[in-house]
């Protein structure tokens, strides 16, 4: 049977596909929109935008009293939290938090085909976002990995803020670091008319650029292969720490570093068998994937590139043998 694994993984994900059929999506926090409550949580992403600092929480519990000191709270997994911090000291990445904030539910879909913005965040595991959030207390340990990772993010900020214009800076800051936040909407608009909005998404092309130069540039140092390999897969996947690991992101780099893998082991690297295991090990980590309509146009570009490519090639071969094959014929008479 030729691609075994490729078809146990497409068996996978269509079997979470019909699974999600059957079961509601949506597990509301029950939370009433404008109460004031005190949450604990991790910090595991933080972003600048238009209204100020904006925190990501996971493994949040609410408490009832901020009598309780920061490393003996008892944080469980559960859905994560969104924070909008007009100012204040910044947290670090990894360290535990006390905040208190107003509530702010976000809205599902009201007409069809219009934008879920409870289900867009339900994606990404966050249940609710809270406003005019104050920092009551901080833990003392986090993350120097992910804080460092976070420290250079903004240090390429700064040379974008200060080298270009407040609009360039915005859409290069979207384009190579995957901040969004500051993209004006007149911009998005353009690109999406254009039919070019892909390129402000972190996906293969970012990781072919960067990747495979990267590999390249460390083979004609003499580096050896194992260790220009090894070093070319990490860097990539501290870019994906950095910039966010969104679907596409997180395909490109699996499948980066599955052909790096290959080259390596000298073994015959099928890219459908490794866009489908990639997209396995995406709908497991997150099913909710399912639903959303970037995942289909990551993989579904991909898909176009290995099933439509080829054929579009031997029709246009087709037809330039058929046209040459007619002016030799003509050129004979």
Do not use: W
Not at 8 to 17: E, H, P, T
Not at 163 to 178: F, N, P, Q, V, Y
């Amino acid at each position: 049977m030729r691609r075994p694994l490729c078809l146990v993984c497409v068996a996978f994900v269509v079997s979470v596909f019909i699974s999600l059929q059957m079961v509601s999506l949506l597990n509301s926090m029950k939370i009433e929109d404008g109460s004031e409550v005190i949450y604990t949580g991790e910090v595991y992403h933080k972003e600048y935008g238009n209204y100020g600092l904006i925190l990501y929480l996971r493994n949040v519990n609410q408490v009832s009293s901020t009598n309780i000191p920061i490393n003996d709270l008892n944080l469980k997994e559960d859905t994560g939290i969104l924070c909008y911090i007009e100012k204040g000291k910044e947290p670090r990445l990894g360290s535990n938090v006390l905040v208190s904030g107003t509530v702010a539910c976000f809205r599902s879909v009201r007409n069809p085909g219009g934008f879920d913005q409870e289900m867009y965040y339900r994606i990404q595991n966050i249940g609710l976002s809270l406003k005019k959030v104050e920092i009551l207390a901080e833990s003392s340990t986090y993350s120097k990995y992910y804080e460092g990772l976070y420290r250079l993010r903004r240090c390429m900020e700064s040379v974008f803020e200060k080298t270009m214009s407040e609009k360039d800076a915005s859409i290069m800051k979207a384009m190579i670091l995957g901040n969004k936040t500051e993209l004006d909407k007149e911009s998005k608009q353009l690109y999406q008319r254009s039919g070019i909005s892909h390129i402000l998404a972190i996906s293969g092309l970012h990781i072919s650029l960067i990747g495979i130069g990267l590999y390249k540039l460390l083979k004609k140092m003499r580096v050896p292969v194992v260790l220009s390999t090894l070093l070319a897969v990490a860097v990539m996947i501290m870019y994906g720490d950095m910039v966010g690991s969104s679907a596409s992101a997180f395909r490109a780099i699996f499948m980066f570093a599955l052909k790096m893998g290959a080259e390596v082991l000298h073994r015959t690297y099928d890219m459908l068998t490794a866009l489908m295991c990639s997209a396995a090990i995406a709908v497991a980590r997150e099913p909710l994937y399912l639903t959303d309509a970037a995942f289909y146009m990551s993989y579904g570009a991909i898909l176009g590139i290995l099933l439509v490519l080829p054929e579009l090639k031997k029709m246009f071969l087709k037809e330039s043998c058929f046209f040459a094959s007619h002016q030799v014929i003509k050129a004979g008479n």
